[in-house]
């Protein structure tokens, strides 16, 4: 009797070793896989934050950008938690999941981006032109004051000459 479970304890083992040799492979990809999902949803997140920092450098609001930021990193960092679990089809759904949440959003930074800059230069102008009309209309203003006030002190000083000439 011993004979016979001997063999299949042999057979067993190499069942089983046939198994998780022809297992691997495949997991070793998905590793793989799952790790350049990984790194390209890194790449992906410091390239929008490069973005929304040239957007908030020219006075944009990027509180919606920052949020935005904020949620893709968090699913990165879970992407990350999870590969390092090695539960590698998680990984790399939220891997996808923290790409997909910033697949528009370098075009919005950069949209921001110049209507900030549009918004200074319109500001800067109408402060330029305000100071400009506002210094002119205190120049007027002056000259008028001063000739009304020339005017009234000749016609004062010509009443106070007349009665001595007479």
């Known amino acids: 009797m011993r004979s016979v ?3 299949i304890g042999i057979l067993l083992i ?3 070793s046939v198994a998780a040799l022809s297992v691997l492979p495949g997991v070793w990809a998905q590793q793989e896989g799952t790790s350049s999902s990984i790194s ?3 790449s992906r997140l410091i390239q929008c934050y490069d973005a929304a920092k040239a957007a908030e450098s020219s006075g944009a609001n990027i509180s919606q950008l920052t949020l935005r930021l904020n949620s893709a ?3 990165l960092s879970q992407a990350e938690l999870a590969y390092s ?3 590698f089809g998680s990984s790399q759904s939220l891997a996808a999941k923290s790409q997909n949440e910033l697949i ?3 075009s919005s930074a950069q949209s921001l981006q110049v209507s900030a800059a549009q918004s200074r230069t319109f500001d800067f102008l109408l402060n330029v032109v305000a100071s400009v009309v506002g210094t002119i209309l205190v120049i007027l203003a002056s000259v008028v004051v001063w000739i009304r006030l020339k005017r009234k002190y000749e016609i004062s000083e010509e009443q106070k000459s007349e009665p001595d000439a007479v």
């Open 5 to 7: 479970k001997l063999p």
């Open 14 to 16: 190499l069942s089983i």
């Open 85 to 87: 679990e090695s539960d």
């Open 104 to 106: 528009d959003f370098i």
């Open 73 to 75: 990193g968090l699913l």
């Open 40 to 42: 390209a949803a890194k």
